[in-house]
C-alpha cells in the first residue's frame, strides 16, 4: 500500500485560506468515504481534526473543512490564524481493516 | 475521558526485539478496534496494524506482517505491540490510536513512545 500523495508545503498569510490536497487511488481515498485529517504540533501526537471526508469533531474550530472528488480529497483552513501552523496528514481507509496515511504538509502562517 | 498512555522512551540495539504497552482508560475498552501508527524521525505516519480488542484477532500491514505481533489484555484494558529482528530503520515514534465505534476514524491517539535501535 502507497502512502497518499500531499504537498510538502503549503502557507498563508493571517486570515486567508490554504488548502491541501490528498491524492490516492480508488482502492483507498476514491473508494470509501472514510479519509481523516490529522494536525501535528512539534513533539505532539497526531490530533483529529476531520473525519469521514467533511466531519468535524467536537471542538475542531469550523475553520476547518473537508472535501473529495474522485480519488482526492482536500483539507481547507479558512481564516488562517498562528495557531494554525503545524503538519497535516490525511489517512485513509483501505479496505480489509487496513490504513494509509498521506506524505504530510508542513502549513506555514507568513 | 478517554486515555491512551503508553511507557517511556527505550533504546534496543540491532536485532532485539521491543514490547510496547498502550493503557487504556475512560471507555469500555473491548468495545474499539487500537491501531499503532509509527512515525519516522522527520517522517511521515506509516500504519503497522490493528487488534480487535475484543476478540484478540489482528490485521497487519504488509511490511511488518513477519515482524509484528500485537496482543491485548483485557483485565488490564492493555494493548501490545512487539516488534522483532529491529533495525536501524524501526527508530521512530510507536502511537497506539483507538478506532471510533462506528469504523474508519482513528480518534484517540496515545502520547507516543520514541524507540531508538542503536548499536
Known amino acids: 500500500q502507497s502512502a497518499l500523495t500531499q504537498p510538502p508545503s503549503a502557507s498563508g498569510s493571517p486570515g486567508q485560506s490554504v488548502t491541501i490536497s490528498c491524492t490516492g487511488t480508488?482502492?483507498?481515498?476514491?473508494?470509501?468515504?472514510?479519509v481523516s485529517w490529522f494536525q501535528q504540533y512539534p513533539g505532539q501526537a497526531p490530533k483529529l481534526v476531520i473525519s469521514?471526508?467533511?466531519k468535524r469533531p467536537s471542538g475542531v474550530p469550523d475553520r476547518f473543512s473537508g472535501s473529495k472528488s474522485g480519488n482526492t480529497a482536500s483539507l481547507t483552513v479558512s481564516g488562517l490564524q498562528a495557531e494554525d501552523e503545524a503538519d497535516y496528514y490525511c489517512?485513509?481507509?483501505?479496505?480489509?481493516?487496513?490504513?494509509?496515511f498521506g506524505t504530510g504538509t508542513k502549513v506555514t502562517v507568513l | 475521558q478517554v486515555q491512551l498512555v503508553q511507557s517511556g522512551a527505550e533504546v534496543k540495539k540491532p536485532g532485539a526485539s521491543v514490547n510496547l504497552p498502550c493503557k487504556a482508560s475512560g471507555y469500555t475498552f473491548t468495545l474499539y478496534y487500537m491501531h499503532w501508527v509509527r512515525q519516522t524521525p522527520g517522517q511521515g505516519l506509516e500504519w503497522m496494524g490493528m487488534?480487535?480488542?475484543?476478540?484478540?484477532?489482528?490485521i497487519f500491514a504488509q511490511n511488518f506482517q513477519d515482524r509484528v505481533t500485537m496482543t491485548r489484555d483485557t483485565s488490564t484494558s492493555t494493548v501490545y505491540m512487539e516488534l522483532i529482528s529491529l533495525r536501524s530503520e524501526d527508530t521512530a515514534i510507536y502511537y497506539c490510536?483507538?478506532?471510533?465505534?462506528?469504523?474508519?476514524?482513528?480518534?484517540?491517539w496515545g502520547q507516543g513512545t520514541l524507540v531508538t535501535v542503536s548499536s
Open positions: 490510536a483507538r478506532e471510533n465505534i462506528v469504523g474508519g476514524v482513528l480518534e484517540n
Open positions: 469521514e471526508v467533511t
Open positions: 489517512s485513509s481507509y483501505a479496505g480489509s481493516n487496513n490504513y494509509v
Open positions: 480508488s482502492s483507498d481515498v476514491g473508494g470509501y468515504n472514510y
Open positions: 487488534i480487535n480488542t475484543r476478540g484478540g484477532t489482528t
